[in-house]
């Protein structure tokens, strides 16, 4: 079945940098797109950026364009998020999320997320 | 951003009765050369990721029980469990993907 698992959360300084991974496995990783959705403490869910399946296209939030980067590796089935520029407001659970087909948007399947802790 | 708005912010609900979440976007989700609305409704329990319920407004994610449905058109939505179960008990969220995606608030569901 599928399954996402994402990694490198952690606490950072503001205005440093953090990336966060997502591993893929249980599916043709290279056949859809995929997303980051956060979800700050006790609010509720954010999108925050988009990469079509051969990583051809990127989409971002307005609140994190210019400073995050979403990327990927089809042959090692990875899922990345450069985050740069990182502010109090970035705090959050990270979720990694596996497309409904390649940019359709719906986000189907979902790992468990990381926590990113801005704070100095 | 399309804003997404969901009513009510919490409700209760009996076992076994049924449990309606509205679900209204600043403006129409309907595609018109598809004839497709683009919403789709998540399922959050407390300390897990959200879980697809459905998309399409109306097509129910495979292994999503019956008593989930979904209805409505342009902006005007509604998540429907038909015989609440005491496992439903969650936060449920709305999504508009006719534009970069934005959620409702969310709308928080228990037991009565």
């Known amino acids: 079945q599928v399954q996402l698992v994402e990694s490198g959360g952690g606490v950072v300084q503001p205005g440093r940098s953090l990336r966060v991974s997502c591993a893929a496995s249980?599916?043709?990783?290279?056949?859809?797109?995929m997303h980051w959705v956060r979800q700050a403490p006790g609010k509720g869910l954010e999108w925050v950026a988009t990469?079509?399946?051969?990583?051809?296209?990127?989409y971002y939030a307005d609140s994190v364009k210019g400073r995050f980067t979403i990327s990927r590796d089809n042959f090692r089935n990875t899922l990345f998020l450069q985050m740069n520029s990182l502010r109090a407001e970035d705090t959050a659970v990270y979720y990694c999320?596996?497309?409904?087909?390649?940019?359709?948007?719906?986000?189907?399947?979902w790992g468990q997320g990381t926590l990113v802790t801005v704070s100095s | 951003d399309i804003v997404m708005t969901q009513s009510p912010d919490s409700l209760a609900v009996s076992l076994g009765e049924r449990a309606t979440i509205n679900c209204k976007s600043s403006q129409s989700l309907l595609y018109s050369s598809n004839n497709k609305n683009y919403l789709a409704w998540y399922q959050q329990k407390p300390g897990q990721p959200p879980k697809l319920l459905i998309y399409?407004?109306?097509t129910r994610e495979p292994g999503v029980p019956d008593r989930f449905s979904g209805s409505g058109s342009g902006t005007d939505f509604t998540l429907t469990i038909s015989s609440l179960q005491a496992e439903d008990v969650a936060v449920y969220y709305c999504?508009?993907?006719?534009?970069?995606?934005?959620f409702g608030q969310g709308t928080k569901l228990g037991i009565k």
């Open positions: 249980g599916f043709t990783f290279g056949d859809y797109g």
């Open positions: 399409w407004a109306s």
């Open positions: 999320a596996k497309d409904l087909l390649d940019t359709a948007m719906v986000f189907c399947n």
């Open positions: 990469i079509s399946y051969d990583g051809s296209n990127n």
């Open positions: 999504q508009q993907y006719y534009s970069p995606p934005t």
